[in-house]
């Protein structure tokens, strides 16, 4: 093999197969001799967007899938006794801020309604849209559709959230008669969140919810506690709860939503792991246009988006000069529609977390290096590789990469007879 090309392979494997990755020069000291040199490094990005960087995505996903079957079943420092905690799947939903094209189970998008929007516009749409349509989740008529109160409701979702929980807890101690601060003392709620994007531009929510004792960690959650009252506690406060945002709106969850419980009995755990981690790493839609913030508002009109996107993403560049909405910072967040949260949240209580993780690889990856980094000596070099050609090598190394543990999944599938959740 040529030895320019040996180097290569050897730049690619250090950044972790990583498509952009960031160049780093320093000091190094040789662990066999002791000498001190200077070296160039390249190191993954450790993006989490697909659209990025589709193997440091691969990773993230494969840490998130840990912190969630973590928090279900244990492991990484969870006991296995959270697992006859009482647990909740939840998907929670945006309300309604126009009608959009949909695909409904029988294939059909409007074809029951009637009549004609105050701006003339048919509200029927008789066509069955294909799965990757892309008039999907776009408004029957744009001008009824309330652009300012979806992108609103989008800058609001992660306190609505916070103060759904609030509420939960005002919930349970009302009904065993004690105070909040009594409730603390007893319980504690623990839970992980995804969000994800809806084709109409709104986010939802993925939650993973456990009830807990108070005082240690994963300690067991008092009798009176159920998954029966958990479900319908947090129902309510799904259907019911309201909270006033900084516009004085009054803003709710949408009236299609889901709460599943997760039963001893029924081991599907992991398969909501799996579900959950997977829009771990999903940004705002496809586009690579929309994975990163907009410096201008002429810079969101020249890019090539779907028209209702390109309108959610005006709209809160625009709503950043609305005084009372100053502090969410929307047109830091035009990319995300005025999304201001993070896109996967946890308690501190409900698993391990990314930094543990990220250090343990460290520190198994250690023992196979043959030179130690000086600390504080290494400085920014630039993005990407030296070699042109290595991206798509990268690119085509990682994708080999991800076949090959599929295969080797399959095998242990058919081998054992266990489902594909249990074998990762």
Not at 79 to 107: E, K, Y
């Amino acid at each position: 093999m040529d030895a320019s090309y040996r180097t290569l392979l050897r730049q690619i494997e250090n950044a972790g197969s990583c498509t952009h990755p960031i160049r780093l020069v320093g000091e190094i000291v040789n662990l066999a001799t002791g000498e001190v040199g200077t070296r160039a490094l390249s190191v993954s990005c450790k993006d989490r967007r697909e659209q990025i960087c589709s193997a440091c995505s691969y990773l993230y996903r494969a840490d998130a899938w840990i912190l969630v079957s973590a928090g279900l079943v244990g492991g990484k420092g969870v006991p296995d006794s959270v697992f006859g905690h009482p647990r909740i799947f939840a998907t929670l939903t945006a309300p309604s801020f126009g009608s959009v094209h949909v695909r409904r189970n029988d294939g059909m998008c409007h074809a029951n309604a009637r009549g004609r929007c105050l701006h003339g516009v048919e509200r029927r749409c008789h066509l069955r849209h294909g799965e990757g349509s892309s008039e999907l989740g776009a408004p029957l008529c744009p001008s009824c559709f309330d652009y300012e109160g979806a992108v609103t409701w989008n800058a609001h979702a992660s306190r609505l959230w916070h103060r759904s929980v609030e509420q939960m807890r005002y919930d349970l101690a009302a009904y065993r008669g004690i105070s909040v601060p009594q409730l603390r003392r007893e319980a504690r709620i623990s839970y992980l969140k995804v969000a994800e994007y809806q084709r109409r531009g709104l986010v939802h929510f993925h939650v993973v919810l456990r009830i807990d004792g108070a005082g240690d960690a994963f300690a067991p959650p008092p009798s009176w506690i159920d998954v029966n009252l958990l479900h319908t506690r947090l129902t309510n406060v799904i259907v019911h709860f309201e909270l006033v945002g900084l516009d004085r709106e009054v803003l709710r969850w949408g009236r299609q939503f889901d709460v599943q419980r997760l039963a001893e009995e029924d081991r599907h755990d992991l398969r909501v792991a799996s579900y959950v981690a997977k829009y771990a790493t999903k940004s705002t839609s496809d586009s690579i246009a929309l994975a990163r913030r907009f410096h201008s508002r002429r810079e969101i009109e020249l890019q090539r988006l779907d028209p209702h996107l390109k309108r959610m993403a005006t709209t809160a560049w625009d709503l950043s000069w609305r005084p009372q909405l100053e502090r969410l910072h929307l047109r830091h967040h035009a990319h995300a529609f005025g999304f201001t949260g993070q896109l996967i949240t946890k308690s501190r209580h409900f698993s391990t977390t990314f930094k543990d993780l990220r250090g343990s690889r460290r520190e198994y990856m250690a023992q196979f290096n043959d030179a130690d980094p000086v600390a504080g000596t290494f400085m920014y070099n630039g993005r990407g590789y030296d070699d042109p050609r290595a991206s798509e090598v990268a690119e085509l190394l990682h994708q080999a990469r991800t076949e090959v543990r599929k295969v080797a999944r399959d095998l242990r599938v058919m081998s054992r007879g266990i489902s594909e959740d249990e074998s990762r």
